[in-house]
């Protein structure tokens, strides 16, 4: 099966396909030091997990040279829509390519977690999973 990375995709609409498509998956490809002090995506009222995996390590920005195997392990299977979300929207870009090459369907969660930057040079604010309003939870 050949895998695409289909594009962006807005919050709401990720949430929207998550709601919908009890296959879809959401991974979040932060690291654990966002995941335990920023908070994670809460898909409890759909009834399942976020998949969390780095895509690189902390402090060392080092790719994670196992991220699809960590997937895979997971039970995430290539046939599986997968939405993947980091801060920004960089990391998880580069994750959703490298994923589609080895035959997943991908999509990334435009704006990630937090958002783009405000003019004060802060996240959180504008944009993302938690500004829009979608759950979210402390680890």
């Not at 994670?40 to 699809?68: C, H, K, M």
Request: contains cysteine; glycine residues 14%; proline residues 6%.
């Amino acid at each position: 099966m050949a895998g695409r990375f289909v594009g962006d995709v807005s919050p709401q609409e990720a949430w929207r396909a998550l709601s919908e498509n009890p296959r879809a998956v959401l991974v979040d490809v932060r690291t654990r030091a966002e995941w335990n002090y920023v908070g994670v995506p809460d898909l409890a009222s759909l009834g399942r997990p976020v998949i969390l995996v780095e895509w690189q390590g902390y402090p060392g920005g080092e790719r994670n040279p196992d991220f699809t195997g960590e997937l895979l392990a997971r039970g995430v299977e290539p046939d599986q829509p997968v939405y993947l979300l980091c801060r920004s929207g960089v990391r998880s870009t580069a994750a959703a390519g490298v994923l589609a090459a080895h035959g997943f369907e991908t999509y990334n969660v435009a704006d990630g977690f937090e958002g783009a930057l405000d003019a004060a040079g802060h996240r959180g604010g504008r944009g993302g999973w938690k500004a829009s309003g979608l759950p979210w939870k402390q680890t």
